[in-house]
């Protein structure tokens, strides 16, 4: 793959790249393109392919198969290079539990060159501020809640002015007010040029964050688009949830309106035309149902399936 130029339009553009690890193929065949600027979304059931793809996109893990360019730069031979433009947001929260916030900050910085016309720890002191931690600063890495670490990592992440911010899964296990928080940072981060990519099992996240996404499984490519245009293009635009119980029945008549799917106990009617599985409901009021426009999950299950992954 020639590499690409510094205005490229993609800052990741992947051609039929393919990972195995013995007879098991991960990644297989992926054609794959991340716009320079926004926020890209790579979702996929657990084991679909994703943190293998981000760990080749690194460059720390090399392709079986495939060409990968990354801001530019073929893939691994250039990963120590493309790795000092780059951010990363891990799964696993891993600070240094002996340091301070700030301390943190610090050493991180220490693996990156910076102007000496710059002061280092202003700039620190300002990613903590952005991520809402500059009173924390001289604190302990164990006085931090969970909300707090995981902010911590996202500034740690912005220490050497990443072109390319990377966060596997960023907000997993957080309560929605520090969610919230983070996704208001990142909006901000990409409203000023930086181009973000992120995984994550929440269909809100990604309806909300990503300019465009991916949904993977298998290691294999199944859509790709805005959410939006997902959605529109991938399941009918109506649903309405009907609570049955488990293992009874629909009503016979909602067959003949619509696409059924059971899920514990509720029937998930999807419909171009609602008005006849309503029709059918309103004469059968002993049933509760909630009818709601299609979603990005609607599009997720359909493509990947409803069984359990561990």
Same mark, same amino acid.
């Given at each position: 793959m020639t590499p690409l130029s510094e205005d490229s339009p993609y800052v990741v553009e992947a051609r039929r790249l393919v990972k195995r690890f013995g007879a098991n193929t991960v990644v297989d065949g992926i054609d794959l393109r &991340?716009?320079?600027? =926004?926020?890209?979304?790579?979702?996929?059931?657990?084991?679909?392919g994703k943190t293998t793809t981000l760990r080749m996109i690194l460059g720390h893990s090399p392709p079986s198969g495939g060409?990968?360019? /990354?801001?530019?730069?073929?893939?691994?031979?250039?990963? #120590?290079?493309v790795r000092a433009r780059i951010g990363v947001v891990p799964q696993d929260d891993n600070l240094d539990p002996d340091f301070t916030v700030m301390e943190n900050l610090r050493v991180y910085a220490s693996y990156f060159p910076r102007p000496a016309r710059e002061?280092?720890?202003?700039?620190?002191?300002?990613?903590?501020?952005? /991520?809402?931690?500059?009173?924390?600063?001289?604190?302990?890495?164990?006085a931090l809640s969970g909300g707090m670490r995981r902010r911590l990592v996202i500034a740690r992440a912005l220490v050497n002015d990443p $072109?390319?911010?990377? !966060?596997?899964?960023?907000?997993?296990?957080?309560?929605?007010?520090?969610?919230?928080?983070?996704?208001?940072?990142? %909006?901000?981060?990409?409203?000023?040029?930086?181009?973000?990519?992120?995984?994550?099992?929440?269909? $809100?996240?990604?309806?909300?964050?990503?300019? #465009?996404?991916?949904?993977?499984?298998?290691g294999r490519? !199944?859509?790709?688009?805005? +959410? %939006?245009?997902?959605?529109? =293009?991938? /399941?009918?635009?109506n649903v309405i949830?009907?609570?049955? =119980?488990?293992?009874?029945?629909?009503?016979?008549?909602?067959?003949?309106?619509?696409?059924?799917?059971?899920v514990d106990g509720v029937w998930h009617c999807h419909t171009e035309d609602p008005g006849a599985v309503?029709? &059918?409901?309103?004469?059968?009021? $002993?049933?509760?149902?909630?009818? #709601? +426009?299609?979603?990005? $999950?609607?599009?997720?299950?359909?493509?990947?399936?409803?069984e359990l992954r561990e």
């Open positions: &991340v716009p320079r600027g =926004g926020c890209f979304g790579l979702l996929g059931p657990n084991g679909a060409a990968l360019t /990354v801001l530019g730069e073929a893939m691994p031979a250039a990963g #120590r290079t002061p280092l720890e202003p700039y620190l002191m300002s990613l903590l501020d952005f /991520v809402a931690l500059a009173d924390r600063a001289e604190d302990r890495i164990q $072109e390319l911010l990377i !966060l596997d899964e960023p907000t997993t296990g957080l309560d929605p007010q520090i969610r919230h928080l983070i996704w208001a940072r990142l %909006r901000e981060l990409k409203n000023h040029g930086t181009t973000v990519l992120l995984t994550t099992h929440y269909m $809100e996240e990604a309806e909300r964050l990503c300019d #465009r996404l991916a949904i993977i499984d298998h490519l !199944l859509a790709e688009d805005a +959410p %939006r245009r997902l959605v529109a =293009g991938e /399941v009918e635009p949830e009907v609570r049955t =119980g488990p293992g009874a029945p629909p009503p016979a008549e909602l067959v003949r309106h619509a696409r059924l799917e059971a309503l029709a &059918v409901l309103q004469r059968s009021p $002993e049933l509760e149902y909630l009818h #709601r +426009p299609a979603n990005l $999950e609607d599009v997720f299950l359909r493509l990947t399936g409803r």
